[in-house]
């Protein structure tokens, strides 16, 4: 959705316009970017429009999709404007001198693939300006060399809050109107203006999604479209699966959420896969103008942090970046004697030339909680007692977590030609996560709970990396918009925990106890997986891409093995694989209106059985998820509007006796 944007007010220059223009989102932009090449052999090819009369600001976006351009304007000059539209093969120049006619404005390229409109100076003399008038340099918004790339960030709706598009993993970069699934992009702006300090924070934003893990527990879990486990883990960084860190918002440039399985179009992790949708977090990059902002930050009891955020550009044409970001907060948070402190230090490079664009990201973090907040389970049979206040915290001071991180990435993009972009990434992760902590049970209605305190440590060790190409090409009426790539992830998994001995206090009345004062622990070798994946999708569209077919199809394989209770010995391997297909259908019967229908898999590890039942050992495929969805998306210039409907259906399993009598365990 979108919101109103601002106007400007008092006297500035152009560095601080442009500023003002890409991080406060007052001017909208509208179109998609349009591929390099010959700007004169452009210029002169007629293209068949059909832009409907209406206001300007629908005009000029559905301009911009016909013409392949990026189109720039404030949406101040804009307003109550309308255009007379165009109908027929016409040039671009002609088809926008057709658009902008009876508004008074005026248009001029920037580059082959942006064009920027204006309010032309008033009469009186070359280049004079009304009385008072605050003159204001062009702003130049440049867009990327070809459509094929992902590594150019959709443009912001009016208000900037939300984004026009995101990204679909093995789809690429694609406009809200031109996507078949359910996704939301939320930005920078809307980061910082609602001080986000986790993921859980921007989620919130969304009826569909709910978190299942407590608040100031350290971990976030959540559910979506009525499926839980899209944990910290099973969440890509700039598009890459498998290698995510658990990413602060002071890193993040957006938060895109796809709703439904997506096996297709983003892969298994080895950590697994969350059916009900994901999330891809975008890392911030240096912009055009300089920036360095420093904010402090108070909130709870005594909670005080910092934030530096530092980028620059360098290079004749500013194709080099750096942008570093350094945080550190400290203090009892709102729950009582619940302490969070956390530290991150991450470094950001870009290169963004003209066919070739490479980005490196690096980063570390640690963070300490005390007085950890748990889960809290409740004993069958029992009534449920009343929640208590909702600031009390029932963990012990020594309850507590502990987390540190290594990250590193990199991607890159070279431009093979205007149509065909090859791409690959490589993302690593080092992480330990441990601490005391326990599940308080609650065995009557009086709040009355126990608990088992254990001193535990797990370790992961991720490596992940991707390549493939895109490209787009025509047979006869038909548009082709083809990726093809291969993914392989692994994750060495280690763990070791200690138990002591029962504790028991209440929800309502918290008495101390005792530290038992648990020793350290050596995590060893749980588990080793390798997933790997080749996948293909084309778009197939036709009328202007105003029906657009997409059909896809994944192998992936899971390649486990489990070790004994030392780490020593591989103890059971688990070597599977499955196809997942996806189908989606987009139908525009007007600019501004799109009619979708999917048909789309989600993929998990199969079951190995377990030794009680007479099949012990067999191993069972992956099971599939399926969703069916069909959904209408309206953009009405400063806000878009979705409305779906769909069905996923979960693979599950259950016991049952054979005909010999034996109890087995089977899929359902």
């Known amino acids: 959705m979108g919101y109103a944007a601002r106007t400007f007010s008092g006297k500035v220059g152009i560095s601080r316009v442009l500023a003002s223009v890409l991080m406060m989102s007052t001017a909208t932009i509208a179109g998609v970017v349009m591929t390099g090449g010959d700007a004169c052999a452009q210029s002169a090819a007629q293209t068949s429009f059909n832009v409907p009369a209406g206001p300007l600001g629908r005009a ?5 999709r016909q013409a392949g351009l990026q189109v720039t304007y404030l949406t101040s000059i804009g307003t109550g404007k309308t ?3 165009i109908s027929g093969p016409a040039t671009r120049e002609q088809a926008l001198a057709r658009i902008l006619q009876g508004t008074g404005l005026s248009y001029h390229f920037t580059n082959a693939s942006t064009v920027a409109i204006s309010q032309p100076a008033a009469t009186g003399g070359a280049g004079a300006a009304p009385s008072g008038a605050i003159s204001l340099d062009t702003i130049d918004v440049q867009g990327a060399g070809n459509p094929n790339s992902t590594m150019s960030l959709p443009p912001a709706y009016a208000g900037g809050q939300v984004a026009t598009g995101g990204n679909l993993g093995l789809l690429g970069n694609r406009h809200i109107m031109d996507t078949p699934f359910s996704q939301t992009s939320y930005t920078e702006k809307l980061i910082r203006n609602q001080q986000a300090k986790t993921v859980a924070d921007v989620l919130r934003n969304d009826p569909s999604i709910t978190q299942q893990s407590a608040r100031g527990g350290g971990f976030e879990e959540f559910t979506l479209r009525g499926f839980g486990n899209l944990t910290q883990d099973r969440i890509s960084i700039n598009g890459l699966y498998g290698a995510s860190p658990i990413v602060p918002m002071e ?4 938060v895109e959420v796809l709703k439904g399985p997506n096996a297709l179009l983003n892969g298994l992790p080895a950590s697994g896969n969350a059916i009900g949708g994901t999330v891809n977090l975008v890392l911030k990059r240096a912009r055009d103008e300089p920036l360095t902002r420093l904010t402090t930050s108070y909130q709870s009891r005594s909670n005080l942090g910092t934030h530096l955020d530092v980028g620059r550009r360098y290079g004749e044409n500013k194709e080099f970046g750096v942008r570093f970001n350094g945080s550190y907060r400290d203090g009892e948070t709102a729950f009582s004697r619940n302490k969070d402190e956390a530290a991150l230090a991450g470094l950001g490079l870009d290169y ?3 066919r070739v664009r490479f980005s490196a990201d690096f980063s570390y ?5 005390d007085a950890v907040t748990p889960l809290v389970q409740v004993t069958p049979g029992i009534p449920i007692p009343g929640a208590p206040n909702a600031s009390r915290n029932i963990s012990p001071s020594w309850f507590n977590r502990y987390y540190e991180e290594l990250f590193g990435m990199m991607q890159g993009e070279v431009d093979i030609s205007q149509n065909v972009t090859a791409y690959m990434a490589l993302g690593a992760r080092d992480w330990k996560v441990g601490g005391v902590s326990g599940t308080p049970t609650i065995y009557n209605a009086n709040g009355d709970w126990t608990a088992t305190p254990t001193s535990w440590e797990e370790k992961y060790k991720n490596l992940t990396s991707q390549m493939g190409i895109r490209a787009s090409f025509d047979t006869g009426p038909i548009n082709h918009a083809l990726t093809a790539d291969v993914s392989r992830a692994t994750r060495d998994y280690r763990y070791a925990g200690l138990s002591g001995s029962l504790i028991a206090s209440n929800l309502y009345v918290n ?6 004062n648990l020793p350290g622990v050596i995590p060893l070798r749980m ?3 390798t997933v790997s994946s080749v996948g293909f999708v084309d778009t197939l569209s036709i009328l202007e891409k105003r029906v657009q077919l997409t059909v896809g199809l994944r192998r992936q394989r899971v390649d486990r093995d489990g070790f004994n209770a030392a780490g020593t010995t591989v103890t059971s391997n688990y070597d599977q694989y499955a196809w997942t297909p996806a189908y989606a259908l987009l139908i525009k019967p007007l600019e501004n209106v799109s009619v979708y229908a999917n048909y789309i898999e989600g993929l998990e590890q199969g079951t190995t059985v377990g030794a009680t039942y007479a099949n012990a050992g067999e191993i069972f495929p992956p099971y599939r998820t399926k969703q069916y969805e069909a959904g209408v998306k309206v953009d009405w210039g400063t806000l878009t509007t979705t409305v779906g409907a769909f069905e996923i259906s979960r693979a599950s399993t259950l016991s049952e006796v ?6 087995v365990w089977r899929p359902g």
């Not at 000029?60 to 911009?64: D, E, M, R, Y």
């Not at 890193?251 to 957006?254: G, P």
């Not at 054979?658 to 109890?663: F, Q, Y």
């Open 83 to 85: 255009s007379p539209g």
């Open 658 to 663: 054979d005909p010999l009598g034996e109890t």
């Open 527 to 529: 588990s080793d997986t």
């Open 352 to 354: 963004q030339g003209e």
């Open 511 to 516: 008495p101390m106890i005792a530290n038992p």
């Open 365 to 369: 973090k640690k963070n300490h909680i």
């Open 251 to 254: 890193m993040v440039e957006r």
């Open 60 to 64: 000029l976006t559905a301009f911009g």
